[in-house]
């Protein structure tokens, strides 16, 4: 019993209508029961100072003269009572050491840990981090990276607040400056885009990572989860593996008043946001298996959610307003949910460029992540 070809094809446009459907209910569970949490979050006030923690800011660098010198004094006039930056010097050969010597003279609260270069040993920035975290004098820590501005003096202030809650981990958000072109509105979606994803699931007690350039976490969970040891072998990870291994239901919060944001420098050409982006894929594949599943699922459904708009329209072109209308409800619902977002996240300009910047994000960046998942990493920077 066979059915004949011309019945077969016949069913290839119903089928591509139902695919359609399945992936649009799958990223409206995203948008609608994810992000929507992220968007319904209230920002509250910071606790007292009589309640703020002791606090050290951990730095690495390397070859980071220029950007030390511009952003390292906004980190060290930080409006908190007591706190120490440790900058972990990793090799420089440029004019850091003695730039650092000389911050250190008039800022107490810098220390400076200098690693020597070893013929036999390559550092990765794991390493370097765990040398600052065992230089720092308190329990409570703070990371950022050296390219890196805070919105205000209030910053640290503002991210190390939960801690007064008897949290573990807490994760900020790190946008990128705003430049033109669209470049850079791509990397910024991109940021925008993945910190709705790690925030929201925090927010839903499940947080799979945090970034490094806004992060913190305490020393004695450091050591209770081992440090790095499980993923040393990752030059990256540093940041997102550690929360996706340490973090549970209680331990984690968030932070992202617009004034705890910590700025960074985007890349400015598409090769070395490429590369950027490349170093970064190798770490999900340690992730733990459900939130590989999750990540995976909505990546792939997206993908397919806009394969599946051109590919009906194709079959059955004269019920174009099919996709159509299903293409404006789940924008529709981008716009309600990621307004709220955006907001809090300080990019609204980019919802004008929504349907560009979502179709490229998906497109490139996630497709990018699939052919660098197992591309060996040479260096941390």
Request: charged share 15%; with cysteine.
């Amino acid at each position: 019993m066979f059915f004949p070809i011309e019945a077969t094809v016949s069913y290839w446009p119903y089928a591509a209508y139902l695919s359609l459907g399945i992936f649009f209910c799958i990223q409206l569970y995203y948008i609608l029961f994810v992000y929507s949490k992220l968007a319904a979050h209230r920002i509250t006030e910071s606790a007292n100072e009589q309640t703020l923690p002791p606090v050290s800011v951990i730095i690495s660098a390397y070859n980071e003269y220029d950007n030390l010198k511009k952003f390292l004094p906004l980190i060290l006039q930080q409006s908190y009572p007591t706190f120490e930056v440790v900058v972990v010097n990793d090799c420089s050969d440029d004019e850091t050491q003695w730039l650092l010597r000389e911050m250190a003279s008039t800022y107490a609260h810098l220390k400076i840990v200098d690693i020597g270069e070893h013929i036999r040993l390559k550092h990765t920035k794991k390493f370097t981090l765990t040398i600052g975290i065992k230089a720092a004098k308190y329990e409570h820590l703070v990371f950022t990276d050296a390219d890196c501005e805070p919105a205000t003096t209030q910053w640290l202030h503002l991210m190390v607040a939960p801690f007064a809650e008897d949290k573990e981990i807490i994760l900020g958000y790190s946008p990128y400056f705003k430049h033109r072109g669209l470049l850079n509105k791509l990397i910024r979606f991109e940021t925008t885009h993945t910190a709705m994803n790690y925030l929201s699931y925090a927010l839903k007690g499940d947080a799979y990572m945090g970034v490094g350039r806004n992060l913190a976490y305490t020393k004695s969970l450091f050591y209770k989860g081992k440090g790095f040891n499980a993923h040393m072998h990752i030059k990256s990870g540093d940041d997102d593996l550690f929360v996706n291994q340490n973090s549970n239901a209680t331990n984690t919060t968030i932070a992202i008043s617009p004034q705890a944001h910590m700025y960074s420098i985007p890349k400015l050409t598409w090769k070395s946001y490429y590369k950027q982006k490349a170093r970064h894929a190798g770490a999900s594949v340690m992730y733990k298996s459900r939130h590989k599943w999750m990540l995976a699922t909505q990546l792939v459904s997206a993908l397919f959610f806009y394969a599946s708009l051109g590919v009906s329209a194709a079959l059955l072109p004269h019920m174009w307003y099919v996709p159509l209308a299903v293409y404006l409800l789940r924008l529709l619902a981008q716009y309600t949910v990621y307004g709220y977002v955006f907001r809090k996240l300080a990019v609204r300009d980019l919802l004008l460029w929504l349907p560009v910047l979502d179709l490229l994000f998906y497109f490139f960046i996630c497709l990018n992540g699939l052919f660098n998942r197992n591309r060996k990493q040479t260096s941390w920077k």
